[in-house]
């Protein structure tokens, strides 16, 4: 068995004196697992950082095995924002994210598509990957939530049915609330960014706190949630470093 495809790198983790296991996303295949002798060499190194796209070749003698693994660079993201922490931490949370929560070797093209989008947006400027990154970073784990079956719906109002004034999500159902519809609910409600709703809309720091918080509270209860995981550790680290930035202003 045998396939090649673009793929992101998603992880790579120690195996042996020099080899690697590795996840990659495919637009094809999705999540896949491979050995790659020489991984953890220098050079293996280097071409299996979380964020880079490369063109893999997976091999294996049946396609229920592990398989292994080459590849060559398509576009070194993660060497483009190895000097900007929050660019980093952003792509390391994404990664993660997407590591932890889909299912292994099912096609997920437009999850794929978004994060090429995305690793491509904040390594052409990483000193301002906040400003330009964070609103797609926001947007794409909505539809992580969604093809996973978890989507907020933020149609409508849950309580008027009104389709504008929308500014709270229900953390128990997912759907939107207007401000007028919340009432006496609204200590209890998410707050809804409006970048949400307005691809144009970039966002504020604020704005992205609060995302984040949206966001994460669907992926810790469901997506990761089912399968008994935390979030991870780079998402929170994002969190942290997002909410730093709002209180500053």
């Not at 120690?14 to 080899?19: A, Q």
């Not at 050995?35 to 070749?57: F, K, M």
């Not at 690793?119 to 400003?131: G, N, Q, T, V, Y």
């Amino acid at each position: 068995m045998e396939w090649e495809a673009p793929a992101l790198v998603l992880s790579a983790a120690p195996y042996g004196e020099s080899s690697a296991i590795v996840h990659l996303l495919t637009e094809e295949h999705g999540l896949f697992h491979g050995l790659s002798r020489g991984g953890a060499a220098r050079a293996g190194r280097a071409l299996w950082q979380p964020g880079n796209l490369v063109r893999a070749v997976w091999r294996g003698r049946l396609p229920e095995q592990l398989g292994n693994l080459s590849g060559e660079l398509v576009h070194g993201s993660a060497a483009r924002v190895m000097s900007a922490p929050l660019a980093l931490a952003m792509l390391a949370s994404v990664c993660a994210v997407a590591d932890g929560s889909l299912p292994e070797r099912e096609p997920h093209p437009r999850i794929f598509h978004l994060l090429t989008r995305f690793f491509a947006l904040i390594s052409l400027d990483p000193e301002m990957a906040a400003w330009n990154g964070m609103a797609a970073l926001l947007r794409w784990e909505a539809c992580l939530l969604g093809d996973l079956g978890y989507g907020l719906d933020l149609s409508a109002c849950a309580v008027t049915g009104a389709t504008d004034g929308l500014a709270w999500v229900s953390p128990r159902t997912g759907r939107a609330v207007s401000d007028a519809g919340a009432g006496t609910w609204r200590p209890r409600l998410l707050r809804l960014p409006p970048l949400f709703l307005d691809e144009a809309d970039p966002g504020t720091s604020a704005d992205w706190q609060d995302g984040l918080r949206l966001t994460g509270h669907f992926l810790a209860r469901d997506a990761f949630g089912q399968h008994h995981r935390p979030l991870p550790a780079a998402r929170l680290r994002l969190a942290d470093m997002i909410g730093a930035m709002a209180a500053l202003g």
